[in-house]
């Protein structure tokens, strides 16, 4: 399968812990996305990244959330203190866009990884 | 402020029965407007882009349209196979990342 790939697929945790979630996109893709989504909701932008460069950052990203992608291929998650409202799928997309362009295009999204906060 | 309004929320059909699903979107500069569809506990799935009023796109028993304010998909014949959520999404002028609606949550009944 050469698809968007994330895990794990499931995390239940305990309030205060830290989280961390991977993913790994199609492999000639340089743009990498999260997005979060609670049941009801349409996804909601997170933050995207241009190779190893994290390049925008949505309100949504409170500071005890952290994401990474080093070396431009796969990309962690961090949820430090998970909070309830953590609760939600969070899903991982990529694209391939051309240097210094928009995007223009799709996304393509991996499964999801769904964080369960007691 | 970008905003994606999609209706109905809920949609049950027999299958056989055509209808349209709306998606109406504010938005300062629209790049392209993006359906995709959603089955449950799984990522989305895109299905098509349009980028500017009067476009359609087809795919199988799908068609979507644009005009200025709104998009339609509209499902033909619907199968039991076609049940899922239906996402509308907007890519703003300048923006590089998609800003979705909630869905449409379509039920075809054999």
């Known amino acids: 399968d050469t698809g968007v790939s994330q895990d794990p697929r499931h995390k239940i945790t305990k309030r205060g812990q830290n989280v961390t979630f991977r993913c790994d996109p199609i492999?000639?893709?340089?743009?990498l996305y999260w997005y979060r989504q609670t049941l009801g909701q349409g996804p909601e932008f997170l933050t995207y990244?241009?190779?190893?460069?994290?390049?925008?950052k949505s309100r949504l990203l409170s500071d005890r959330f952290s994401a990474e992608r080093p070396k431009g291929s796969f990309s962690t998650l961090e949820i430090q203190r998970t909070e309830q409202g953590d609760s939600a799928m969070y899903l991982c997309?990529?694209?391939?866009?051309?240097?210094?362009?928009?995007?223009?295009?799709?996304?393509?999204f991996g499964e999801g990884s769904r964080l369960t906060v007691l | 402020e970008d905003q994606v309004t999609q209706s109905p929320e809920a949609l049950r059909l027999q299958e056989g029965e055509s209808s349209s699903l709306n998606c109406s979107y504010t938005?300062?500069?629209?790049?392209?407007l993006f359906w995709y569809r959603q089955d449950p506990g799984k990522g989305p799935e895109f299905l098509f882009t349009?980028?500017?009023a009067g476009e359609e796109k087809e795919k199988e028993r799908l068609k979507a349209t644009l005009t200025k304010k709104e998009s339609f998909l509209h499902i033909t014949a619907p199968k039991p196979e076609d049940s899922a959520t239906y996402l509308c999404?907007?890519?703003?002028?300048?923006?590089?990342?998609?800003?979705f609606g909630t869905g449409t949550r379509l039920t075809v009944i054999p």
């Open positions: 997309a990529s694209s391939l866009v051309e240097y210094g362009r928009r995007l223009t295009g799709e996304l393509f």
């Open positions: 492999s000639e893709h340089n743009r």
């Open positions: 990244f241009q190779n190893e460069a994290q390049l925008e």
């Open positions: 938005v300062s500069g629209l790049r392209g």
């Open positions: 349009l980028y500017s």
């Open positions: 999404a907007v890519q703003r002028t300048g923006a590089n990342n998609l800003f």
